[in-house]
């Protein structure tokens, strides 16, 4: 079946490092891949987003390239900020599969001053 | 963006009792309502889908009797976890779709449900 694997957490970086979440993933077909932050007290929300292969999903300075070959929807940022400090989920949908999603275990980012 | 609501954030409840979750849609009508869990260190999983004013489809190896779940309104579905039991503590979350199942969900901030 499908399955997400992300690197375990907690990361704890200092403001401005630069940032990097893996994310790997098996699945059937071409899903369609997600990254879901979720602040504390909060509901998830959608970061970003890539539907195809090559396709690269951007916003609030995270980047993510959707890559066929390495199956791999690695969570990148240059410079971290303490209100980035969130638990970040990868995630994939399976073509058709509408918004049942498949989650990765999440990864808790501290960022400190 | 639209907003979900869940409530409780957190609940403690003895064994044996039942427990009901609920998952409202403020500002939107959701015709798809999606449950998942979350044991600790593990994935959110996908329980079960809920239509507004139909049975739930429930994912394999989850039992209907035991998480019994209602979408009587386009705003609201509850989850009830019956006659709960300290394995069923784990964090529950929801997800509401505006435009059906193929249109982005939003998510709740889930429930932190710990049995004793």
């Known amino acids: 079946g499908d399955s997400v694997t992300q690197m375990e957490g907690p990361v704890t970086l200092s403001e401005e490092a630069f940032l990097t979440i893996n994310c790997t993933y098996t699945?059937?077909?071409?899903?369609?891949l997600f990254w879901y932050v979720q602040y504390p007290g909060e509901g998830l929300q959608l970061l970003l987003k890539?539907?195809?292969?090559?396709d690269k999903g951007s916003n609030k300075g995270f980047e993510a390239t959707y890559r066929k070959e390495t199956t791999s929807f690695h969570l990148e940022k240059g410079s971290v900020q303490v209100s980035d400090s969130a638990v970040y989920f990868c995630?994939?949908?399976?073509?058709?599969?509408?918004?049942?999603?498949?989650f990765g275990t999440g990864t808790q980012l501290k960022v400190e001053l | 963006g639209a907003v979900v609501s869940q409530h409780p954030s957190w609940v403690i409840c003895k064994s044996g009792t039942s427990v009901k979750i609920e998952c409202r849609s403020l500002?939107?009508?959701?015709?798809?309502m999606f449950w998942y869990r979350q044991f600790p260190k593990q994935s959110l999983m996908l329980m079960a889908t809920?239509?507004?004013?139909?049975?739930?489809?429930?994912e394999q190896g989850v039992e209907k009797d035991k998480f019994l779940i209602n979408h009587a309104s386009l705003t609201l579905s509850t989850l009830t976890v019956t006659s709960a039991h300290p394995e069923d503590s784990s964090f529950y979350i929801c997800?509401?779709?505006?435009?059906?199942?193929?249109?982005?969900?939003?998510f709740g901030q889930g429930t932190r449900l710990t049995v004793v």
């Open positions: 809920s239509n507004e004013g139909s049975k739930a489809t429930y």
């Open positions: 997800s509401a779709s505006p435009g059906g199942v193929f249109t982005e969900a939003f």
């Open positions: 890539a539907t195809k292969a090559d």
């Open positions: 995630a994939l949908n399976r073509p058709g599969g509408g918004n049942k999603l498949t």
């Open positions: 500002d939107f009508q959701a015709t798809t």
């Open positions: 699945a059937t077909g071409y899903p369609s």
